[in-house]
C-alpha cells in the first residue's frame, strides 16, 4: 500500500505543473455556455424467450440486470418514462426513471419495478434516490463479463447514494487528476432468507492522465451486508450506530461472534486499469480483485493474488464493422489457499466467495449474484438451496461488437471450468460453454421499431445443453421537449 501512495503522490505532483495543452485549472464543463435542453421520453417493449434445454441460455438472462427469466419459456412486456441527464454545462442537472415490467414464464408470473429513482446533480455531487441500474468498475461496459464484486447479473436494489459518480478533476490539477468516489445505503427487499437487511457500500477512485495518450485508474470498493432478522440468530443489530460500525469493519452487533470479529458479511474489491489513446484507437486494460478477510493489502500482496478478473478491450471509429474487441479471463479457483485452519494454524484461505454462515443466501439478491456471474446464481440449484454451490470457476470470455449496413451486433463467447467449492471435492465439477449472438436493427420506415434477435446456446455438463432464440420489439420516443 506504502508503494502505491508513493506512485499516486509523484502523480500528484506531476499533475500540479500545469503542461502546455491545458488551459484552466479546474476545467468543468459547466464552465461553458448550457446550449441544451431537457428531454422527457418514452419506452415499450416485448420480449420473447424460446429454449431447448432446461434452462435458457446463459447470456439470454445474465448480466441483463435480472431482467430477463432463466426459464427456457418466457415472455415480457416493459413500460417506461424517464429523463437522462442530458445538460451538463449547467450547474446543476436531474434524470429519472420508471419503468414497469411484466414477465411470465415456464414457473410463474411477476410484476415489478425495473426503475423507479431520481437522481439531482448539484456541480459535481451526485444524489440518487431509489431503484437504478448501475454499473461499478472499470471494466468494459458493452462487452464484459462482469465486474468482480458487481456485475449487472442481479436486480438493482432500492438504494440512497450520494457522492461523485464519475471522474471530475481535482482543483488546480488542470484536469491531469480525477477523483470519484460515494457512499449507498441500500435494502434487500428480497427476503429469501433474512428479513430486511441492508447493503451498505462504498467506494473510491482516482484517474492520472487527463487528455494524455496514457491514462491509469484505480479503484477501491468495500461493501456489506448487515442488519435484519435471521430465522437462527434473531436480530442482528440495524441501529445508526451498527451502520457506524459497519462502515469502519469494526466488531458490534447482537451476535457474539460478529462482537469478536467484524460485524456483518463484508467484502471488498481493488482494480487497477491503464487506458492507451492512438489517433481512433483506444486500448484500455484493467484487473479486479476481490478480498473477504483482512487485512487490506495492496493487488500485489493479496494472498489470492491469481484471483481476479484480467480484461483487454480494444476500440476503434474508423471501421465500424468491428468497433470493439474483447477478452477477459476470470478465475476464482484459489480463494488464499483450502484451508482456514487446520490442525490449530490458522492459513487464512478458504475464503468461499459470496457465502456466510449468519447470511445464508450469500452475496445473491432475488437468487442472482450481484458480482461476476461465473460465480453461479442459486437460481441454478436444483436441490431449492439458497446458498452459493459453485464459486471455485476458471473462465475465458471473449466478445465483439460492430455495425454492418446499419445492423448492429454484438456476439459473446465463454468457456467455464467449474470445481464447486472447496468442501465439496470434485462432485460439482462441470464445465460450460456459453454463446450470444445478438443483432439489433431501427426501421425507420416501420415507426422507428427497434428489432433485436438473439441466438443463444450452452453447451456442456455445468447447465445442459440448450438452444435458444429470443425476439424483441422496441419503441421509444420523445414525450416532451423543454
Not at 222 to 227: E, I, L, P, S
Not at 243 to 265: C, H, K, P, R, W
Amino acid at each position: 500500500m506504502a508503494r502505491l501512495i508513493h506512485i499516486l503522490t509523484i502523480g500528484v505532483a506531476l499533475c500540479c505543473i500545469q503542461p502546455l495543452t491545458a488551459s484552466k485549472a479546474w476545467p468543468l464543463p459547466m464552465d461553458s455556455v448550457d446550449v441544451n435542453s431537457d428531454t422527457i421520453t418514452y419506452g415499450a417493449s416485448v420480449r420473447a424467450v424460446a429454449a431447448s434445454g432446461d434452462y435458457a441460455p446463459f447470456w439470454f438472462h445474465s448480466n441483463r440486470y435480472g431482467a430477463v427469466s432463466d426459464q427456457p419459456y418466457s415472455g415480457q412486456l416493459s413500460l417506461s418514462v424517464s429523463k437522462e441527464l442530458t445538460r451538463p454545462r449547467r450547474w446543476y442537472d436531474y434524470s429519472f426513471g420508471v419503468e414497469a415490467i411484466g414477465q411470465v414464464d415456464t414457473n410463474v408470473s411477476s410484476l415489478f419495478f425495473q426503475q423507479l429513482y431520481a437522481h439531482l446533480r448539484l456541480y459535481v455531487i451526485d444524489i440518487t434516490v431509489g431503484i437504478k441500474p448501475e454499473t461499478w468498475g472499470n471494466q468494459d461496459e458493452f462487452l464484459s463479463s462482469g465486474g468482480f464484486l458487481f456485475s449487472q447479473n442481479a436486480r438493482p436494489m432500492p438504494r440512497i447514494t450520494i457522492g461523485i459518480d464519475h471522474y471530475t478533476p481535482v482543483p488546480f490539477t488542470y484536469g491531469y487528476l480525477e477523483l470519484k468516489g460515494g457512499i449507498t445505503h441500500a435494502w434487500f427487499t428480497d427476503n429469501v432468507y433474512l428479513k430486511n437487511s441492508f447493503l451498505h457500500h462504498k467506494f473510491i477512485g482516482a484517474r492520472v492522465g487527463g487528455n494524455l495518450p496514457v491514462t491509469v485508474n484505480y479503484e477501491f470498493h468495500h461493501a456489506a451486508q448487515w442488519g435484519g432478522v435471521s430465522p437462527v440468530y434473531g436480530e442482528l443489530g440495524s441501529s445508526f450506530k451498527d451502520l457506524v460500525t459497519v462502515f469502519f469493519a469494526g466488531s458490534g452487533g447482537t451476535m457474539s461472534n460478529d462482537q469478536i470479529n467484524a460485524y456483518g458479511n463484508h467484502l471488498g474489491s481493488q482494480s487497477l486499469g491503464l487506458d492507451v489513446k492512438v489517433g481512433a484507437w483506444t486500448v484500455s486494460t484493467y484487473w479486479q480483485n476481490i478480498f473477504e478477510d483482512g487485512p487490506i493489502k495492496p493487488l500485489w500482496e493479496a494472498m489470492n493474488l491469481s484471483d481476479g478478473v484480467w480484461g483487454i478491450s480494444i476500440k476503434q471509429s474508423q471501421f465500424p464493422y468491428i468497433s470493439r474487441l474483447l477478452y477477459e479471463f476470470v478465475n476464482t479457483t484459489d480463494q488464499s489457499g483450502p484451508f482456514h485452519d487446520k490442525d490449530g494454524l490458522v492459513f487464512g484461505g478458504n475464503d468461499s466467495y459470496f457465502t456466510n454462515s449468519v447470511y445464508a443466501n450469500g452475496w445473491n439478491y432475488f437468487n442472482r449474484t450481484l458480482g461476476t456471474p461465473f460465480i453461479t446464481s442459486p437460481i441454478y440449484n436444483t436441490d431449492g438451496s439458497i446458498a452459493t454451490l459453485n464459486n471455485r470457476a476458471m473462465a475465458h470470455h471473449l466478445g465483439i461488437r460492430g455495425d454492418i449496413a446499419g445492423y448492429r451486433y454484438r456476439s459473446l463467447v465463454s468457456y467455464a471450468k467449474n470445481y464447486g467449492r472447496y468442501r465439496d471435492g470434485d462432485a460439482l465439477k462441470s464445465t460450460n460453454t456459453a454463446i450470444l449472438l445478438e443483432v439489433n436493427k431501427q426501421v425507420p420506415q416501420w415507426w422507428n421499431l427497434d428489432f433485436s434477435l438473439s441466438l443463444g446456446a450452452d453447451l456442456g455438463t455445468q447447465f445442459g445443453n440448450s438452444f435458444g432464440v429470443m425476439f424483441s420489439v422496441a419503441k421509444r420516443g420523445i414525450i416532451w421537449t423543454y
